[in-house]
């Protein structure tokens, strides 16, 4: 194949015709080997790519992992702020991500200049973002969280301090509910997990009266009231490990029901629809990575994660202050 590092470089991502006849597994197999390189990827990644990674997880457990790999090279099947984030973790390493373009619709909603302003406004504020956001507002923050360990976070702070949650509303609400308390909510959302439509799942729900609803708490309140469990990716799969139901409706990105199928063979999985008849509960940034990007950018090590090292050391602060207090609360090892 002739294409140049440059090109790529240049580009920021890769989109080329391979040759159909390589095999691709085998090929990312040597590469891995070869560059002593661990290729870490989401519970939302397409199939193939989860069956060739060295972890699955959710947030909370790959950020771990990027920490503590002492692989040279990290690949991160996932979006940029997964990918950044491993970047502070473990700035030694080479963190490469198989296409730049892997945004996240709730970590845009948090453009930092206006963030800055609203938490200016409110001073005596801390500042509690999770993951799911920039380098810039990671900079900006006191404590970072994630789905699985957000409520031992704010536990973690005393009653009686104010606390901006930011850029989920939808998580930051649920958080409001379960804890009691009554933080202020940047106006942000995940434009998949927004999606669900609360009359076909209900509709659905009446069709397998059996099936338990599973759903990730960045979806709506009306979804979550009526929800028999909410949690994050890797608790939603554990929750289907231990539960003894035959039927779940699975509120939340597609890409989690191969991991559920294949360590439940004989329970069945419905994906909870969207309200129009969209692919809409396929995230469109996660799916841009593919395994011939995968492999592309382990064959020509790029695109790169790089950033600046006062930024990198700002952002790193409040992901420490996360990790210790996960530690504490038994939540990782
Ligand atoms: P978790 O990985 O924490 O479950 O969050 C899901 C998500 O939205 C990732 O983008
Ligand atoms: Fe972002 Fe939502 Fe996609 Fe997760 S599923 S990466 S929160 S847009």
């Given at each position: 194949m002739n294409i140049s590092k440059e090109k790529i470089l240049e580009k920021g991502f890769v989109d080329l015709e391979l040759?159909?006849?390589?095999d691709l597994f085998a090929e990312i197999e040597r590469l891995k080997k070869k560059k002593h390189a661990i290729i870490l990827a989401h519970y939302y990644q397409e199939p193939d790519i989860q069956d060739v990674a060295d972890y699955i997880g959710d947030s909370l457990g790959l950020a771990q992992k990027a920490e503590q790999?002492?692989?040279?090279?990290i690949v991160f099947a996932g979006v940029h702020f997964m990918a950044e984030t491993a970047k502070i973790l473990n700035p030694g390493k080479k963190v490469l991500l198989p296409d730049l373009r892997a945004g996240c619709s709730l970590a845009d909603s948090a453009p930092v200049d206006i963030f800055k302003t609203y938490k200016d406004k409110n001073p005596d504020h801390l500042v509690v973002s999770y993951i799911n956001c920039s380098a810039d507002i990671k900079a900006l923050s006191d404590i970072i969280c994630t789905s699985g360990n957000a409520e031992a976070i704010i536990a973690?702070?005393?009653?009686e301090q104010p606390i901006i949650f930011a850029p989920d509303r939808n998580l930051g609400a649920y958080l409001n509910k379960i804890t009691g308390r009554n933080m202020l909510l940047w106006n942000g959302a995940c434009m998949v997990h927004e999606i669900f439509s609360l009359e076909k799942i209900t509709k659905l729900k009446i069709r397998h009266p059996k099936a338990k609803l599973i759903s990730h708490p960045e979806c709506e309140d009306a979804i979550l009231r009526i929800s028999d469990f909410v949690g994050s990716t890797t608790q939603l799969l554990k929750y289907t490990l231990k539960d003894?139901?035959?039927?779940y409706i699975v509120a939340t990105e597609t890409g989690i029901l191969h991991q559920m199928q294949q360590n439940n063979p004989n329970k069945t999985f419905i994906p909870a629809p969207p309200?129009?008849?969209?692919?809409?509960?396929?995230?469109p940034h996660m799916k841009l990575n593919t395994l011939e990007k995968l492999y592309l950018c382990m064959e020509y090590e790029a695109p790169e994660i790089t950033m600046e090292e006062n930024l990198r050391l700002a952002a790193k602060k409040p992901m420490d202050r996360m990790l210790a207090i996960s530690r504490a609360a038994g939540l990782i090892g």
């Open positions: 040759d159909p006849q390589l790999t002492d692989a040279e090279m973690s702070i005393p009653k003894s139901t035959q039927e309200t129009n008849n969209c692919a809409c509960n396929d995230c």
